[in-house]
């Protein structure tokens, strides 16, 4: 193992946004086997201290690589395209239109039939950016675009967030 590997190369995997779970899951855990301190107690508290920063490593990275959003941000950033969310809020004027009828839509709901609703539509939009995504990065190959769509699918999660936690406190 080689700590300068990225993500994709640590775990043997295509460096491409689509992946297969199962695998990464059973990577996960082999390397996990190969990495966990106690192998190395014989070899004394050198060897069992970068084994630990081994374990780290290996967790963050599945981390990144198990979760689409961080993962396609990830590729993004490794191919120059940083994310940049704190600082880049610039989004297309049908999203920011699709965000606004969503926030509208939030403000008049009167119960918790109404919030599913939109819940719904909200999951429903993040999918489709995921398939955006996904077609950004593995086929296209724009990760400039894909950048500005993983923005909007932040934007996405973080107000099926809102919906959900608004759910459930009218279901308390």
Known sequence: MNLQSNDFELFSVPMQFVQDRAQLDARWKELQREAHPDKFAAQGAAAQRLAMQWSVRINEAYQRLKDPLKRASYLCELHGAPINAENNTAMPAVFLM???????????????????????????????????????????????????????????????????????????
């Open 98 to 172: 699709q965000q606004m009828e969503w926030r509208e839509a939030l403000e008049e709901a009167e119960g918790i039939e109404d919030l599913d609703k939109i819940a719904i539509q909200a999951r429903n939009g993040g999918h489709r950016q995921l398939l955006k995504i996904e077609q950004m990065l593995d086929q296209k190959r724009d990760f400039f675009e894909a950048a500005q769509q993983v923005r909007s699918l932040m934007f996405i999660e973080r107000f099926t967030r809102e919906v959900d936690e608004r759910i459930d406190l009218l279901e308390q």
